[in-house]
């Protein structure tokens, strides 16, 4: 939603005539912490930790191309270290907020669909889980910097829209 109210033309270039957006290094770099930490919750509970994550975050960047689709972006060697660097800054965080060997996700990347008003919706929730009292709580994983003020409603309109 924040996308289409700041520019019309690219949501359709993108989502409608499914024109691929060139990802910029911010996009590459949320969507390796994201891969990792998806990673991260399908292994046992127990073995949830930093050190599994650091891991994890090494196989994935040497097999998963990772390398060869950041470096072109970032051809700067000091600035690939930032890189890897932050990326590894963002999954560590996740301790921050919660214990992962605490969770026990009821679904990984799970689709969501959805009509209001006759509008078709798609989403994806990164992980979700079912409380005893059956209430659902939903993480959304995001890496960037914490919006000012006058955009919280826009950046936060999609996790309204899957409640």
């Known amino acids: 939603m924040a996308s289409f109210r700041q520019c019309p033309l690219k949501f359709k270039y993108n989502k409608i005539d499914k024109i691929p ?22 292994v046992e509970p127990m073995d949830r930790t930093q050190d599994r994550a650091k891991v994890l975050a090494r196989e994935m960047w040497g097999s998963g191309n990772w390398e060869k689709r950041v ?19 963002c999954i560590e965080n996740l301790w921050k907020i919660e214990n992962p060997e605490e ?22 929730i990164d992980r979700f889980t079912m409380g ?18 006058e955009y919280v409603d826009d950046r936060f309109l999609q996790l309204r829209i899957y409640g």
């Open 21 to 42: 957006d060139p990802s910029g290094k911010e996009a590459l770099m949320g969507n390796f912490v994201h891969d990792v930490l998806e990673e991260l919750y399908k």
């Open 71 to 89: 470096k072109p972006l970032v051809p700067d060697v000091e600035e690939y270290r930032m890189f890897r660097w932050k990326a590894w800054w």
């Open 103 to 124: 969770i026990e996700p009821d679904g990984l990347e799970f689709e969501l669909n959805g009509e209001v008003s006759g509008v078709r919706l798609k989403g994806f």
């Open 132 to 149: 005893e009292d059956g209430e659902v709580v939903i993480s959304d994983y995001k890496t960037g910097k914490v919006p000012r003020e």
